[in-house]
């Protein structure tokens, strides 16, 4: 019995190790960003950072060793002209992610962006009514650039006699 439950609890230890690779890719100009930082967090009590590389001349960065648990959830994010760009990573069956990033360069000028989806969920909790909101947006800039205001990104206005 002893030998048996040692053959399981060994190979999954085994499979443990993961491996992170990828390349962050600057979408409005179809280059490679070189010394670019990208982290890897994961959702444990916040999101915590396990560790950071900078990007070779081609774009490309790797995270391995014995620390990632392909069984656990990861997030890889870069932050590049002022927008934070996340990825989930994802595990094939021999423990590897390859993962791209597609940054964009940022401008201030308000793109062309157009509500494509609207929908409005409504939903009681106790005695009051909860609204949501949510949009689906279309960036149709040429080229392609992420929007950055100086304050934020969208402004909506909730008439005064709304509360919560």
């Given at each position: 019995?002893?030998?048996?439950?040692m053959s399981v609890i060994v190979p999954s230890r085994l499979a443990a190790a993961g491996r992170i690779e990828g390349r962050v890719l600057n979408g409005?100009?179809?280059?490679?960003?070189?010394n670019q930082?990208?982290?890897?967090?994961?959702?444990r009590q916040g999101m915590q950072e396990l560790g950071s590389v900078s990007t070779d001349a081609d774009?490309?960065?790797a995270f391995s060793g014995g620390d990632i648990d392909t069984?656990?959830?990861?997030?890889l994010e870069t932050e590049?002209?002022?927008?934070?760009?996340?990825?989930?990573?994802?595990?094939d069956s021999s423990g590897s992610s390859i993962i791209d990033l597609t940054v964009y360069e940022s401008?201030?000028?308000?793109p062309a962006l157009r509500i494509e989806t609207l929908r409005v969920l409504a939903g009681a909790e106790g005695s009051k009514v909860r609204v949501q909101e949510e949009y689906v947006i279309r960036n149709s800039s040429r080229p392609p650039r992420?929007?950055?205001?100086?304050?934020?990104t969208f402004r909506f206005r909730v008439a005064p006699e709304i509360s919560e």
């Amino acid at each position: 019995m002893c030998a048996l439950l040692m053959s399981v609890i060994v190979p999954s230890r085994l499979a443990a190790a993961g491996r992170i690779e990828g390349r962050v890719l600057n979408g409005t100009v179809n280059r490679p960003v070189a010394n670019q930082t990208v982290q890897l967090l994961t959702p444990r009590q916040g999101m915590q950072e396990l560790g950071s590389v900078s990007t070779d001349a081609d774009g490309r960065f790797a995270f391995s060793g014995g620390d990632i648990d392909t069984n656990s959830f990861y997030l890889l994010e870069t932050e590049f002209q002022g927008v934070s760009y996340p990825a989930p990573v994802q595990f094939d069956s021999s423990g590897s992610s390859i993962i791209d990033l597609t940054v964009y360069e940022s401008t201030k000028t308000e793109p062309a962006l157009r509500i494509e989806t609207l929908r409005v969920l409504a939903g009681a909790e106790g005695s009051k009514v909860r609204v949501q909101e949510e949009y689906v947006i279309r960036n149709s800039s040429r080229p392609p650039r992420s929007y950055l205001s100086g304050e934020e990104t969208f402004r909506f206005r909730v008439a005064p006699e709304i509360s919560e």
